[in-house]
């Protein structure tokens, strides 16, 4: 191996950085150790913010290839041609944790994927739960406040936390269904290979003749879904707080690869109001009997991280970052998320976010945005302004591909609450679930509400009563409430 000598960040040698410079062997240490004080330094500036939601995570690299042109439905490049390989990168979080919590605890999963597709990247930025608590994003930093520690104590469990929990959900019942899954077993996991991943919200696919649709996505895991019970996860956050991130490495290293199968459910526009749900309500599933599931592809993991900080924490989604070919629908919730994603990273990592090699589209980057701090990228010469001449006009705008989808909306403005049934679905799904299922369920929401205040308790009773009478008595009669 060839020899290499240590230096210091400025590239000057280094021939001591285990013994400050001290006055005698038990004098104070000098001002002029630079070789201290920059080590120093630069260890005192190793962090940065946290994701201020979805902290703690894990990511992989690898790759995705239509089974199918999905040309009819989407202009979208990397869906156009069976077997074209488009690479992604993804990363797997936890929705409430810090980034020091434990990878099984009772939350929400966060399944991210960045498709670093020939016309910029494609972020489709999901969870592992198909639904989700709220309708309207003016409500999330409330719900994050309320599934976030106690600010007062910092502590995630105990009465206090559990009061504050289903305090804010007895208060929005649209959460009921979001419930029935996030207490089913499918809350608590042990792999990223084994779960389910959905966009949630509803998005809309384009064609080259302008024709759009709703699209709703899945992601099913190749190697079958598997959860874990409230014991073992409990367990394991114990002994094995990082089981997940760990398999989802030792797994790559071990020559394996991680796959799932994307699919999707399309509605036509028209059909949008003859739906007896808001499809555009991101706290209702779409049937699948109604809107069959559609293979689109598959992708595959099959490249570890070299480094988790430069490649996994400072990765940055955005469900703004969509290319020709997708679209948003008007679901409240998506609308409030193409903003804030760009600007907490702005924040949390710098301005010049989009020059990390994970977050760096894999095609140039044509436009006059400049400088910043830690720019390292730059136009050449000196026209750095549009329109130009100097420049030869230069970068041109893109021509548009195909034909723009027509859009009209109308409407008075005014703050609305978005109506909706909150309990129909949930209802449903609590019918159907098999009897094992429903002992968990109810178990397990039994062991966090046991906990809470009295009259809290009432009130999200009341919402477990109206979603199933039976369902509400066994939580009510678990919890020793009489109703
Ligand atoms: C109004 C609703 C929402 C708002 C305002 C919101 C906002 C945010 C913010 C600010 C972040 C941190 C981003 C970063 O620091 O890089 C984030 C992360 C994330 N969000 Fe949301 N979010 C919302 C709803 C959702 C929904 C519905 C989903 C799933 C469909 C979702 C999935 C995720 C995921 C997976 C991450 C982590 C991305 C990563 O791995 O870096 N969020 N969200």
Same mark, same amino acid.
């Given at each position: 191996?060839?020899?290499?000598?240590?230096?210091?960040?400025q590239?000057?040698p280094?021939?001591?950085?285990?013994?400050?410079?001290?006055?005698?062997?038990?004098?104070?240490?000098l001002?002029?150790?630079?070789?201290?004080?920059?080590k120093?330094?630069?260890?005192?500036?190793?962090?940065?913010?946290?994701?201020?939601?979805?902290?703690?995570?894990?990511?992989?690299?690898?790759?995705?290839?239509?089974?199918?042109?999905?040309?009819?439905?989407?202009?979208?490049?990397?869906?156009?041609?069976?077997?074209?390989?488009?690479?992604?990168?993804?990363?797997?979080?936890?929705?409430?944790?810090?980034?020091?919590g434990a990878?099984?605890?009772?939350?929400?999963?966060?399944?991210?994927?960045?498709?670093?597709?020939?016309?910029?990247?494609?972020?489709l930025?999901?969870?592992?739960?198909?639904?989700?608590?709220?309708?309207?994003?003016?409500?999330?930093p409330?719900?994050?406040?309320?599934?976030?520690?106690?600010?007062?104590?910092?502590?995630?469990?105990?009465?206090?936390?559990?009061?504050?929990?289903?305090?804010?959900?007895?208060?929005?019942p649209?959460?009921?269904?979001?419930?029935?899954?996030?207490?089913?077993?499918?809350?608590?996991?042990?792999?990223?290979?084994?779960?389910?991943?959905?966009?949630?919200?509803?998005?809309?696919?384009?064609?080259?003749?302008?024709?759009?649709?709703?699209?709703?996505y899945?992601?099913? $895991?190749? *190697?079958? #879904?598997?959860? !874990? =019970?409230?014991?073992?996860?409990?367990? %394991?956050? @114990?002994?094995?707080?990082?089981?997940?991130?760990?398999d989802?490495?030792?797994t790559?290293?071990?020559?394996?690869?991680?796959?799932?199968?994307?699919?999707?459910?399309?509605?036509?526009?028209?059909?949008?109001?003859?739906?007896?749900?808001?499809?555009?309500?991101p706290t209702k599933?779409?049937?699948?009997?109604?809107?069959?599931?559609m293979?689109?592809g598959?992708?595959?993991?099959n490249?570890?991280?070299?480094?988790?900080?430069?490649?996994?924490?400072?990765?940055?989604?955005? $469900?703004? *970052?969509? #290319?020709?070919? !997708? =679209?948003?629908?008007?679901?409240?919730? %998506?609308? @409030?998320r193409?903003?804030?994603?760009?600007?907490t990273?702005?924040?949390?990592?710098?301005v010049?976010?989009?020059?990390?090699?994970?977050?760096?589209?894999?095609?140039?980057?044509?436009?006059?945005?400049?400088?910043?701090?830690?720019?390292?990228?730059y136009?050449?010469?000196?026209?750095?302004?549009?329109p130009?001449?100097?420049?030869?006009?230069?970068?041109?705008?893109?021509?548009?591909?195909?034909?723009?989808?027509?859009?009209?909306?109308s409407g008075?403005?005014?703050?609305?609450?978005? *109506?909706?049934?909150?309990?129909?679905?949930?209802?449903?799904?609590?019918?159907?679930?098999?009897?094992?299922?429903?002992?968990?369920?109810?178990?397990?929401?039994v062991?966090?509400?046991?906990?809470?205040y009295?009259?809290?308790?009432?009130?999200?009773i009341?919402?477990?009563?109206?979603?199933d009478?039976?369902?509400?008595?066994?939580?009510?009669?678990?919890?020793n409430?009489?109703?």
């Open positions: 191996m060839a020899k290499r000598y240590l230096t210091s960040n590239g000057a280094v021939n001591d950085d285990q013994n400050s410079l001290s006055v005698g062997e038990r004098g104070p240490i001002l002029e150790d630079i070789v201290f004080l920059e120093i330094s630069h260890f005192d500036r190793e962090r940065i913010p946290e994701r201020v939601v979805h902290a703690k995570g894990a990511g992989a690299f690898g790759f995705f290839i239509p089974y199918q042109s999905m040309a009819s439905l989407t202009k979208a490049n990397f869906l156009q041609d069976p077997g074209k390989k488009t690479p992604v990168f993804v990363r797997f979080s936890i929705a409430g944790s810090s980034v020091g990878d099984t605890v009772r939350d929400i999963r966060g399944f991210a994927v960045k498709f670093y597709t020939e016309e910029g990247n494609y972020d930025v999901g969870n592992h739960i198909p639904v989700f608590p709220i309708r309207d994003p003016i409500q999330f409330d719900l994050f406040h309320a599934l976030k520690p106690d600010p007062v104590t910092n502590v995630r469990g105990g009465p206090v936390a559990a009061s504050r929990f289903w305090d804010f959900m007895s208060l929005r649209e959460s009921m269904n979001f419930l029935t899954y996030l207490f089913a077993d499918n809350g608590t996991v042990k792999s990223y290979r084994t779960i389910q991943g959905y966009g949630v919200n509803t998005y809309s696919w384009v064609n080259l003749c302008g024709e759009e649709v709703y699209v709703k899945h992601w099913e $895991p190749c *190697a079958g #879904v598997e959860y !874990i =019970d409230s014991k073992t996860a409990v367990q %394991l956050a @114990g002994t094995d707080p990082d089981i997940a991130s760990r989802l490495f030792d790559i290293a071990a020559g394996h690869t991680v796959e799932f199968e994307m699919r999707v459910q399309i509605m036509n526009i028209e059909a949008e109001c003859e739906q007896p749900f808001d499809p555009l309500d599933i779409w049937p699948e009997n109604l809107f069959p599931l293979s689109v598959r992708m595959v993991l490249k570890n991280p070299e480094n988790f900080f430069v490649e996994v924490e400072q990765s940055a989604f955005s $469900p703004a *970052a969509i #290319v020709p070919g !997708i =679209d948003f629908s008007n679901d409240r919730i %998506l609308q @409030g193409i903003f804030p994603y760009g600007d990273q702005r924040y949390r990592i710098g010049n976010y989009l020059e990390l090699p994970t977050n760096m589209p894999r095609r140039s980057v044509e436009n006059m945005m400049q400088d910043g701090a830690m720019q390292t990228l136009n050449q010469g000196v026209v750095n302004y549009l130009n001449t100097l420049g030869g006009g230069m970068p041109m705008e893109a021509p548009e591909k195909g034909k723009p989808a027509q859009k009209f909306v008075s403005v005014a703050r609305q609450e978005i *109506a909706g049934d909150n309990y129909y679905q949930a209802r449903c799904r609590y019918r159907t679930m098999s009897v094992l299922e429903r002992k968990h369920l109810v178990s397990n929401i062991e966090s509400l046991s906990q809470a009295e009259p809290i308790q009432r009130r999200i009341e919402h477990f009563l109206r979603t009478s039976e369902f509400g008595s066994r939580i009510a009669q678990g919890i409430l009489i109703i």
